[in-house]
């Protein structure tokens, strides 16, 4: 299936993208173009397309609307050196995709489609991708049911896109830890339950919780299973890495709950190169607690492709605050080590880059 190439005139002036390149932000901007597939029981996957950015035209009955079957993807475009603009693999997204697609009754796209999509955006925008230290072109792959239906059912019409938008440092400036708020009010996911989708319900389950932490002044939330003595999952969009004083790296397990982040997998891959033991294990909250008063784990910190690696400075469990030892050594390296591979100063050894124009 080939990709139309109708044309299109970019609406932002040269001088308007200038100026929205010098500050990025994250997630405030989009590129002039869209690219869409769309989605029907009856014909499947047709035309394939690369159209301006702009609204969408929804009927008000779209079953997105009400019982929200939508699924996304988050992944970054950067620019190297060598002039070529570059992903970081995004096979793993497509693959994870179409898990989240089993999981919400939406249909699963051809690999080949997911990365074509990427592709054919990425080449019509090329002048939108950064090229700021740790900047990138932010790309957001979503899938959604457009079907006008208000019986509940799988959708038989849907419609997938990919946007995308510049984007700076998430949490701004520079490598901050952040504090974090343990919520004890709300959980992210059970058993058998969605949690291991990438879908937008999940995320709107999470912001009570996130509105609790910015109150007490936390930038995220941490969620935790308080069937398991209080096993620690991941925060709303990142999961969560443990470092001891010995050198190994604990992160929770992949139970069902917890998204299977592509970071998470690449972090576990790095720190194995370096020879250091990788406990993918429940790990409780008092574990975390005790380890940081005895010593015994040095450092934690987050990963996700939106911030990559950021370290946890505190955590914040009611009146009582677990504090790590700031910006670690280990937390320092690997971020270094996995940045240095996607913006492309540092050798690709496992071939995780791919060039997308
Ligand atoms: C996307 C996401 C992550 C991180 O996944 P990456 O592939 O590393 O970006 C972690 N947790 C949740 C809940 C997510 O949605």
Known sequence: ????????????????????????????????????????????????????????????????????????????????????????????????????????????????????????????????????????????????????????????EVSYRVIASPAGNYFGGELKPVRIWVTRDYIRAAPGGTGAAKTGGNYAGSLAAQQQATAQGCDQVLFLDPTRENAVEELGGMNVFLVTADNRLITPELTGTILEGITRASVIQLAKDRGMAVEERRVTLDEWGAGIADGSITEAFACGTAAVITPIGELVDGDRSIASAGTGEVTTSIREELLGIQTGTVEDRHGWMHQLA
Request: charged fraction near 25%; proline fraction near 8%.
């Open 1 to 156: 299936m080939e990709f139309d190439h109708t044309a299109h005139p970019n609406p932002t002036s040269a001088a308007r993208l200038e100026q929205i390149l010098a500050n990025p932000g994250f997630g405030t901007s989009f590129a002039d173009h869209t690219a869409v597939i769309d989605w029907t029981a009856e014909r499947g996957w047709a035309n394939p397309r690369v159209e301006p950015y702009g609204p969408i035209a929804l009927d008000p009955a779209a079953s997105v609307l009400h019982y929200a079957q939508e699924i996304f993807e988050g992944m970054k475009a950067y620019r190297h050196d060598d002039g070529g603009i570059y992903t970081f693999r995004p096979l793993e997204n497509a693959r994870r995709l179409n898990r989240s697609a089993q999981r919400m009754a939406l249909p699963e796209l051809p690999e080949e489609l997911f990365v074509a999509s990427l592709e054919e955006l990425v080449q019509t925008d090329r002048d939108w991708v950064p090229n700021g230290d740790g900047e990138a072109l932010y790309l957001r792959p979503f899938m959604f049911a457009s079907e006008a239906f208000l019986g509940v059912r799988a959708a038989r």
